[in-house]
C-alpha cells in the first residue's frame, strides 16, 4: 500500500519503516505534526493482521495524538510507534534496545511512551538506549489512572448537557474493557454511585468488577445490547460502525479507546440517532496530560499542575457539545475544527 494513498494519510511529516533482523524488530513510526513541540505517543506491540493494517493504525493514531495534544494546549506533537508482533511473542531486551536505537535515529522528533505491550521496565530498556522516552515510573509513571479521571470528568460532562443530571447517582454505564484505565473508572463510577454492566475478553477481570464494584457481568458482543443510559468503550478502536451503532440504546457514549469511529461518518450517524459522543481524543487526554508535566532533562514531574489541566476537560466537552448543538454538528467535526484552531493559534 502507498502511505500517500492510505486513507488515513493526513499530511503526515515522516513515516519511518524500522527493521533490524538481528532481534526481529519490524515497526512503523508514524510522525503526524510538530508545530507545537515534539510528537509524542505511546508504543505499542500489535499482531496486526497484514502491514496495511498497522500503517492504517500507525496513521489514525497519531493524528489523533496531534489532536489530543492540540485540543489540551500541550506543547506536544503527534506521533505513534506500532510495533507488529504481540508482545507476548516478539518482546525481548534485544528488540526493545533496537527499538530505542531506531528512536534515537530519529533525533527527538518522536518521543515514545507506554501502550498496548508495553510496561515501564520496557521503556527503561528503551531509555538505555535513546533520552527520547516518557512517562518512566521515576518521573510521571503510569499514566493510566489520570487517564480514567480525565474520563470521568468528560462522562460527567456528557451526562450533564445529555440528560441534565449532575450526579452519576442511579444511572447505568456499560464499561467495554476492564484494562487499567476501564477498571479505573469503573471504580470511579461505582464510588459515584452509578452502576455497572462490563466486559471483557479476561473473564477475571469481568469477576474482579462483579465482587468488589456489584456489576453485572455480559458477554463480550452482548454490551452493544444493554440497556445503560452511558456506553463507555474502553478497550480497542473502530467499535462504533454501522454493525453496532444500531444496536446501542445509550444516549451518551463516553469512553476511553482510541479511534472509536470506524469512519468519520459514524459521527454523523451517531448525531442522527440523538447520540452524543464526547470526541475519544478530547475526553482521553489525561495521559498525554500528565506526561506532558514531565521535565526529562530534570526527571520532575508537576503532579498538581497535570490534575489541574486534566480537571479543563470537562470545559473542553462542554464547549464542544454547546457547539454542535448551535450548529447542528457532529460532536466529532467540533472537535477536529477546535483541535485545528488551537493546532496554529499563536
Not at 531486551?93 to 534515537?104: K, S, Y
Amino acid at each position: 500500500m502507498s502511505v500517500f494513498g492510505a486513507q488515513d494519510y493526513r499530511d503526515h511529516e515522516q513515516v519511518a519503516f524500522v527493521s533490524e533482523p538481528e532481534s526481529g524488530l519490524k515497526a512503523i513510526i508514524a510522525i503526524h505534526n510538530t508545530r507545537r513541540g515534539p510528537a509524542l505517543g505511546g508504543c505499542r506491540f500489535w499482531k496486526y493482521p497484514n502491514e496495511d493494517a498497522a500503517i492504517a493504525d500507525a496513521l489514525r493514531l497519531s493524528r489523533g495524538m496531534t489532536y489530543k495534544s492540540a485540543l489540551a494546549r500541550l506543547p506536544l506533537g503527534g506521533g505513534k510507534c506500532v510495533v507488529l508482533g504481540s508482545a507476548a511473542e516478539v518482546k525481548t531486551e534485544a528488540l526493545l534496545r533496537a527499538l530505542g536505537r531506531a528512536l534515537e535515529r530519529l533525533g527527538g522528533h518522536y518521543v515514545t511512551a507506554e501502550d498496548i505491550g508495553v510496561k515501564p521496565s520496557d521503556l527503561r530498556i528503551v531509555r538505555e538506549e535513546t533520552a527520547h522516552v516518557a512517562g518512566l515510573p521515576e518521573t510521571s509513571g503510569d499514566p493510566s489512572p489520570v487517564t480514567a479521571l480525565g474520563v470521568f470528568y468528560g462522562l460527567r460532562a456528557a451526562v450533564r448537557h445529555r440528560l441534565g443530571l449532575d450526579s452519576l447517582e442511579g444511572l447505568t454505564v456499560a464499561v467495554q474493557g476492564l484494562g487499567a484505565v476501564g477498571r479505573s473508572l469503573a471504580d470511579q463510577i461505582a464510588a459515584a454511585g452509578g452502576k455497572l454492566i462490563v466486559a471483557d475478553i479476561r473473564e477475571d477481570a469481568v469477576q474482579k468488577a462483579v465482587q468488589e464494584l456489584g456489576a453485572e457481568a455480559v458477554h463480550v458482543d452482548a454490551i452493544y445490547d444493554t440497556l445503560a443510559e452511558v456506553f463507555a468503550p474502553c478497550a480497542l478502536g473502530a467499535i462504533l460502525n454501522d454493525e453496532t451503532i444500531p444496536r446501542l440504546q445509550s444516549s451518551v457514549i463516553a469512553g476511553s479507546a482510541n479511534n472509536q469511529l470506524a469512519e468519520g461518518r459514524h459521527g454523523i450517524v451517531l448525531r442522527q440517532q440523538k447520540m452524543l459522543y464526547a470526541p475519544d481524543y478530547a475526553i482521553n487526554a489525561g495521559g498525554i496530560i500528565n506526561i506532558a508535566h514531565e521535565d526529562r532533562a530534570a526527571g520532575t514531574y508537576d503532579k498538581a499542575g497535570a490534575l489541574e489541566v486534566v480537571g479543563r476537560i470537562d470545559d473542553t466537552l462542554a464547549e464542544i457539545f454547546t457547539r454542535a448543538d448551535a450548529t447542528d454538528t457532529p460532536t466529532s467535526v467540533i472537535a477536529d475544527a477546535m483541535a485545528e484552531e488551537r493546532l496554529y493559534e499563536d
